[in-house]
């Protein structure tokens, strides 16, 4: 059973900035289920996709792993054989409860989960990379070095998946759509306290960019086919795939 997300519920007097702490982690399965909309959409064809792009004897990566959704139905859906999937994290207890997590149901695809900052660990022979609302946490500086180490560690026919909260260069659009992403989260039972509250903590740890900015760094890291294929709302992920 989840565990039910009130982590915000009371009113906070001094707001820090947002952690991937304990508590959080407690009630991470439900709080993103009640957060992001189209994300049980987005865990779903990231299967989908692991079964059409993984390669044999290739490493998949899940950077961002948290506990370890992407990388489950990842597992899940890989048929050819000799693959490992490296699943990464820098926070301790989001590691800790990936790691029992996939414990507790074994497959032929073998999964090591590592406490790392994901800008120190080489990509190599990928050829599926997964950075599932793990960007917009890092600093917009560090983004392209980033991307550029994942291009560089795909083999051929490799693809990036990068999904994103989004903003939008039609400011009115960009308002409408983030209206209705709190008319979302007040669906799924959030009051408008706890709505500002974690709007508060996130603020000066996570930016977002437009779909427009994304797609232009992805090309400058290296790669030629991009493209949006899903959105909901300003949640958006997209596709990019290393070609010779």
């Known amino acids: 059973m989840l565990n039910y997300d009130t982590l915000f519920s009371d009113y906070i007097d001094k707001i820090s900035d947002w952690t991937f702490d304990a508590h959080v982690t407690k009630v991470f399965s439900e709080m993103i289920q009640r957060s992001v909309p189209g994300y049980s959409n987005i865990i779903a064809m990231l299967g989908m996709l692991a079964q059409r792009f993984v390669q044999p004897d290739s490493q998949v990566y899940d950077l961002g792993c948290s506990l370890g959704a992407a990388t489950k139905s990842i597992r899940r859906n890989i048929k050819v054989t000799g693959c490992n999937i490296i699943a990464i994290d820098n926070s301790p207890p989001m590691v800790k409860c990936c790691h029992n997590s996939l414990n507790s149901s074994q497959t032929s695809t073998p999964v090591k989960v590592i406490e790392a900052d994901i800008l120190d660990v080489p990509i190599e022979n990928a050829s599926m990379v997964v950075l599932n609302f793990t960007l917009q946490f890092i600093k917009p500086i560090d983004r392209l070095r980033l991307l550029t180490q994942v291009y560089s560690g795909l083999k051929t026919l490799g693809i990036l998946v990068l999904s994103e909260k989004i903003s939008f260069e039609d400011t009115n659009i960009g308002e409408l759509l983030f209206k209705m992403h709190h008319d979302f989260k007040r669906a799924n039972n959030y009051s408008t306290l706890e709505i500002s509250q ?18 232009a760094r ?26 010779v």
């Open 218 to 243: 992805l090309k400058q890291a290296g790669f030629k086919h991009v493209e949006t294929w899903f959105q909901c709302f300003n949640f958006s992920s997209l596709i990019a795939q290393k070609q």
């Open 198 to 215: 974690k709007h508060s903590m996130l603020k000066h740890v996570m930016f977002t960019e437009s779909i427009e900015t994304h797609k």
